[in-house]
Nanobody
């Protein structure tokens, strides 16, 4: 089976940092774009960042300059480094990709990891 598993969430004070991981199992992330999304309580899910198969990343305006997405294909993992965290960054963060499922595209989501920014 194909899975994405996020980790690294937790409670952090405003101004602090966290690094989230999105690890793939059952398939290789190499060559596939990976996107990070977040959903805050009572709000719609929003895109945070996306990294291409070639390692080019783009970001939502709300996190630009504070968040950095990287990938380590050898570890089959994508990372979201979050610095200068703000209370409004509190959300469940999930990663997503779309892979070739053989008979068509297959969308894969992780289960999410909770990030809470609070003093």
């Amino acid at each position: 089976q194909l899975h994405l598993v996020e980790s690294g969430g937790g409670l952090v004070q405003p101004g602090g940092s966290l690094r989230l991981s999105c690890a793939a199992s059952g398939f290789t992330l190499n060559g596939y774009a990976i996107a990070w999304f977040r959903q805050a309580p009572g709000k719609e899910r929003e895109g945070v960042s996306c990294i291409s198969g070639g390692g080019y990343a783009n970001y939502a305006d709300s996190v630009k300059g504070r968040f950095t997405t990287t990938r380590d294909n050898a570890k089959n993992t994508v990372y979201l480094q979050m610095n200068s965290l703000k209370p409004e960054d509190t959300a469940v963060y999930s990663c997503r990709t779309v892979v070739d499922g053989g008979s068509g595209d297959l969308e894969i989501w992780g289960q999410g990891t909770l990030v809470t920014v609070s003093s």
